[in-house]
């Protein structure tokens, strides 16, 4: 190879990694217990730090829980256009819990948020336990190449059969470094 298509080489891989620099904020982040019978306790707190969205919380329950549901949507909106979903997806929280599900998102997504729990979660979960989320927050190399700058509503429900036991929101924006 020479210098000169080494130097190409080098430079379109800066124009990429330019191009797929994200920042992603989270502007508001909620968890609602709906079954109080259920949750011990429960916090959640947000940080804004620097380029970076940080959300730390625990639970604790006091009850065995399986056979969990989780029902979850993601819209997005990009200036002067209409909302879009981008996935609605109903599946079984267990069974990725459980490292049953192969899709490769999924898988992604759930090892990049275990690495800051105090625990890898299984199913069932256990009673009187202090599950510990530790400054987790989106590691933006997971996003994919071309991504709008937008915001974002992620919807989260978790269920044990027809009950709801609780759901969650995240909204924010999703930027292009500069």
Do not use: W
């Not at 065995?64 to 209409?82: A, C, E, G, W, Y």
């Not at 819990?97 to 199913?123: E, H, S, V």
Request: hydrophobic share 40%; aromatic share 12%.
């Amino acid at each position: 190879m020479s210098f000169h298509q080494l130097r190409l080489l080098v430079f379109s891989s800066l124009i990429n990694c330019f191009l797929c620099a994200h920042v992603v904020f989270v502007d508001r982040f909620s968890f609602i217990v709906d079954d109080h019978d259920l949750f011990l306790s429960q916090s959640a707190v947000l940080e804004q730090e620097s380029n970076r969205s940080y959300i730390s919380g625990n639970m604790m329950i006091n009850r065995l829980v399986n056979d969990l549901t989780l029902v979850s949507s993601m819209d997005i909106k990009r200036p002067s256009r209409p909302e879009m979903r981008l996935y609605s997806v109903k599946l079984n929280f267990c069974s990725i819990l459980n490292n049953g599900y192969k899709n490769r998102f999924i898988r992604m997504l759930y090892n990049n948020y275990a690495q800051f729990l105090n625990t890898k979660p299984k199913c069932p979960l256990k009673p009187n336990f202090n599950y510990t989320l530790t400054r987790a927050y989106v590691d933006e190399e997971m996003l994919p190449d071309l991504l709008p700058e937008c915001t974002y509503r992620m919807k989260m429900s978790f269920q044990q059969k027809s009950k709801q036991l609780a759901h969650m929101q995240i909204d924010g924006r999703l930027l292009t470094k500069r």
